[in-house]
């Protein structure tokens, strides 16, 4: 079993910064791809972005590119979304997410270990 515990949302007014954690503890990550989706009020879960377990590769959804950075530190177990130009869009439920296969996917029913969840506020 993993699990996963993000932290870091809050409010932001739009065009500042945050940058997400997710925490693992339970197995090592080093073999898993991670994931981050969002959910916003009145819509459905949506990827953001995902990392490879090597960190290699990586894939963001049109909408985040160029202003969201996913990365890792396997030794530390964490998973991180830097987040900048935050838009009042962007305001969601943020989630991270473990897939035992190491290679990336957009799919969230490709991932196996999901957080709680972290909000994350943009004002306009």
């Known amino acids: 079993q993993v699990q996963l515990v993000e932290s870091g949302g809050g409010l932001v007014q739009a065009g500042g910064s945050l940058r997400l954690s997710c925490a693992a503890s339970?197995?090592?990550?080093?073999?898993?791809?991670m994931g981050w989706f969002r959910q916003a009020p009145g819509k459905e879960r949506e990827f953001v972005s995902t990392?490879?377990?090597?960190?290699?590769?990586?894939y963001y959804v049109d909408s985040v590119k160029g202003r969201f950075t996913i990365s890792r530190d396997n030794a530390k177990n964490m998973v991180y979304l830097r987040m900048n130009s935050l838009k009042p869009e962007d305001t969601a439920v943020y989630y991270c997410?473990?897939?035992?296969?190491?290679?990336?996917?957009?799919?969230?029913?490709?991932?196996?270990?999901w957080g709680q969840g972290t909000q994350v506020t943009v004002s306009s």
């Open positions: 990392i490879s377990w090597s960190g290699r590769s990586t």
């Open positions: 997410a473990a897939r035992g296969r190491g290679t990336i996917s957009t799919t969230d029913r490709s991932y196996d270990y």
């Open positions: 339970g197995r090592t990550l080093s073999s898993y791809a």
